[in-house]
């Protein structure tokens, strides 16, 4: 059952719209739900509709980690808070670029709230130009391939590090391919008092391009590749870490995704793709993946 | 006149009054000249002294507007407070709160804008936020910067309106000056004020969508709802004065207010603490013989475009006094806004304006004597200049 009314304006097989149903159906009816602007939040309420069933609340782009701690606030302040979750949704964009310092303001001051970043690694609503979530010689509208380029030039902030090093009771990095564990994480997240954080790999069909029918299966591949380590660290400290047996070659990621076509056929391609391959081997020595 | 008074600095006043207003969140980032607003606050809190109430000390001015956005959608009545490039940080948030119909009360202890940075008072912080569809009201004095903050919750928070508020006061002038004043009465204010219980709110019990895309085909309607927000604010601010007058025993004036102004052939129109300095000079050009008179203009946004072509029918010459300039344009916001409401009208009145006191600058009385020269001449031998500065100094230049 889709916790997110049906006749969203998403794309077939969109990431976000799962994500927002995986949370959704992990926090209950007793939440309210902050949403920055970006694909989840276009793609929701288009007025006069809207997907909804939890009270939503969208602001603006970069604050809304800054109105959840309102709204958490306002709770208390009318001695309504009870057990109702604040949870702020919010993509890669909204969440450790544009966003960064609202939230880094809200987990330092240690504020009762939940952020799930849902990381689909590009601004995606505005047309994938490449964010700080944007991984190693990918291929976006802001970053394409060219003579003198494989790509983005950078690999991709570590945000749920950063968060961790906030102070924060409870990090966890998880994917939308794998919602039981997704699902598990978030609501341990919200059980937690102070600033919780979930950091949610969303492979983006339309951004990524790849069949809207592979959504699971590509997250997959960033597991099992270990490009997208799986932990949670409570109190600043690395406490369960899924474990990879014989983390595949990168290349099987990268060349079921049109993002990174281009790597497969330009001279240097195979370099480039060693270095991807650094950056996994890196993950798996740092979290003990294997 | 009811209460004692007491001899505060401004900025305790206006906090004393945020006190009094019982509101549930507080959320503000600390710039001089609002700084006292802030620590009394926090002192307040501290002691215990605000029931039922939050203060969140955040990391920026950008913060702490979107804050209030979510407290104030579930139902608290909030407060913040910032100047100068707080406010201008706050600029993209401004729009958000008035668009989601959200009434916050804000003040603003006016302060110049950078470059070259500048922590003196003038208006160009809050006249640049003129069109973020918060209601803007100016006051003279801390007693009325205090009493205003009452005044904007009950205006803001009237369901015809549900607006934001500014309420302005000058920095320094107004925040820093010890005064005698009186302190809201808590027993009085609750009989003027009553609780914030808006007809939206986020609550899980009921739950609502807020801030949703309009496409083009509803977009247009938000906006002109906003407006009629506005217009309806209009009497409703002279109502809150008139109320406040019926409780307390003080008034200001509702939109605006005048000052010699019956018979005055020349009429000068200004906002904040001029207005003092202002009144003075017209005392003595009064003993001489000179008809001139004031409009001290309160509310900004909504602007009373009615009010002032009723005061100004029967002047000779209408002179501006603005602490701001739109450049490219060479007027001060006052200037402008006065001369395009008397168009299309029968008043044909001929409008100078000056503008003076930017960064700080001292406004003394010879320059407000010299202004009332210059709109002398300008009766007698029609306008050669329409707008300048009452106070460069050529030798800078
Ligand atoms: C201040 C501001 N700058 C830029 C934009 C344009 N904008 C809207 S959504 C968006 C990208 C959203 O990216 P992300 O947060 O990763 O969410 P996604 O759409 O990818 O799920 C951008 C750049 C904006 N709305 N506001
Ligand atoms: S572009 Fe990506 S994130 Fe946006 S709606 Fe389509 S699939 Fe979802
Ligand atoms: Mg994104």
Redesign the interface.
């Known amino acids: 059952m889709s916790r997110l009314a049906p006749g969203h304006r998403g794309c077939a097989g969109c990431c976000d719209a799962m994500a927002a149903n995986f949370v959704l159906e992990a926090i209950g009816d007793d939440a309210i739900v902050i949403n920055p602007t970006g694909c989840l939040e276009v793609m929701t309420t288009p007025y006069p509709e809207s997907a909804w069933e939890v009270p939503w609340i969208h602001s603006l782009f970069e604050n809304a980690a800054a109105v959840a701690t309102g709204v958490e606030a306002a709770l208390r302040a009318l001695g309504r808070k009870g057990d109702t979750k604040v949870v702020a949704m919010g993509g890669d964009g909204g969440t450790l670029d544009i966003g960064m310092q609202a939230i880094s303001g809200a987990f330092e001051r240690g504020d009762d709230i939940t952020y799930v970043c849902i990381d689909n690694e590009a601004y995606m609503n505005t047309g994938v130009q490449r964010s700080g979530a944007t991984p190693f010689n990918a291929s976006t509208t802001t970053s394409p391939p060219g003579s003198q380029s494989f790509g983005n030039p950078r690999p991709k902030k570590n945000m749920p590090a950063i968060m961790a090093a906030h102070g924060s009771p409870y990090v966890a990095t998880t994917s939308i391919s794998y919602p039981k564990e997704m699902m598990r994480k978030v609501k341990k997240a919200v059980g937690i008092e102070g600033p919780t954080y979930i950091h949610a790999h969303a492979p983006c069909t339309t951004g990524w391009r790849f069949d809207t029918s592979k959504t699971v299966e590509i997250g997959k591949l960033a597991v099992e590749t270990a490009l997208w380590p799986m932990y949670e660290q409570e109190e600043g400290e690395i406490t369960k870490v899924r474990k990879v047996k014989q983390p595949k070659p990168v290349e099987d990621y990268l060349k079921a995704q049109g993002r990174f076509k281009h790597l497969f056929t330009m001279e240097g391609g195979d370099e480039a793709i060693a270095k991807i391959q650094a950056i996994a081997d890196w993950n798996i020595k740092h979290y003990g993946l294997e | 006149m009811t209460g004692k008074m007491t001899v505060v600095e401004g900025s305790y006043a206006v906090a004393h009054a945020v006190k009094i207003c019982r509101p549930?969140?507080i959320?503000a980032y600390p710039i001089t000249p609002q700084t006292h607003i802030v620590e009394d606050l926090s002192q307040f809190m501290a002691d215990g002294e605000i029931p039922?109430?939050?203060y969140?000390?955040?990391?920026?001015e950008?913060?702490a507007i979107?804050?209030?956005?979510?407290?104030?959608?579930?139902?608290?009545r909030?407060y913040s407070s910032t100047t100068s490039q707080g406010l201008e940080l706050m600029h993209?948030?401004l729009f958000?709160v008035s668009g989601?119909r959200l009434p916050i009360v804000m003040t603003v202890a006016n302060r110049a804008v950078s470059a070259p940075i500048n922590i003196w008072n003038d208006h160009q912080d809050s006249i640049s936020q003129r069109d973020t569809g918060w209601m803007q009201l100016y006051a003279e004095d801390p007693q009325e910067a205090a009493d205003m903050t009452a005044q904007a919750y009950r205006v803001a928070e009237d369901k015809d309106i549900m607006l934001p508020a500014m309420v302005c006061m000058d920095g320094f002038i107004l925040s820093h000056v010890y005064e005698p004043v009186i302190l809201l009465e808590q027993e009085l204010t609750d009989e003027y004020l009553p609780g914030f219980e808006p007809e939206h709110i986020?609550?899980?019990a009921?739950?609502?969508?807020?801030?949703?895309?309009?496409?083009p085909s509803?977009y247009t309607e938000f906006r002109y709802l906003q407006q009629k927000g506005m217009d309806a604010a209009l009497e409703k601010i002279e109502n809150a004065a008139d109320d406040f007058n019926k409780i307390f025993g003080r008034y200001y004036g509702g939109l605006i207010d005048t000052y010699e102004a019956e018979d005055a052939e020349i009429l000068l129109f200004a906002m904040g603490s001029v207005v003092g300095t202002i009144k003075d000079v017209i005392d003595r050009a009064r003993t001489e013989g000179v008809k001139v008179g004031l409009v001290k203009v309160r509310a900004f946004r909504p602007f009373p475009v009615e009010a002032i072509r009723k005061v100004v029918k029967d002047a000779s010459v209408i002179v501006t006094l603005d602490k701001n300039i739109s450049l490219g344009l060479n007027e001060g916001a006052l200037c402008t806004e006065v001369k395009s409401c008397l168009y299309n009208t029968d008043i044909n009145i001929p409008v100078i304006g000056f503008l003076l006191g930017h960064g700080g600058r001292d406004i003394p009385r010879r320059n407000i004597r010299m202004i009332i020269d210059k709109a002398k001449q300008v009766i007698r031998s029609g306008v050669t200049i329409e707008s300048e500065y009452a106070d460069l100094r050529g030798e800078l230049i």
């Open positions: 549930n969140v959320s039922n109430c939050e969140i000390n955040v990391e920026s950008f913060s979107s804050t209030l956005v979510g407290a104030s959608a579930v139902g608290a909030t993209e948030v958000n989601m986020l609550d899980p009921k739950p609502k969508t807020f801030g949703a895309f309009a496409d509803t």
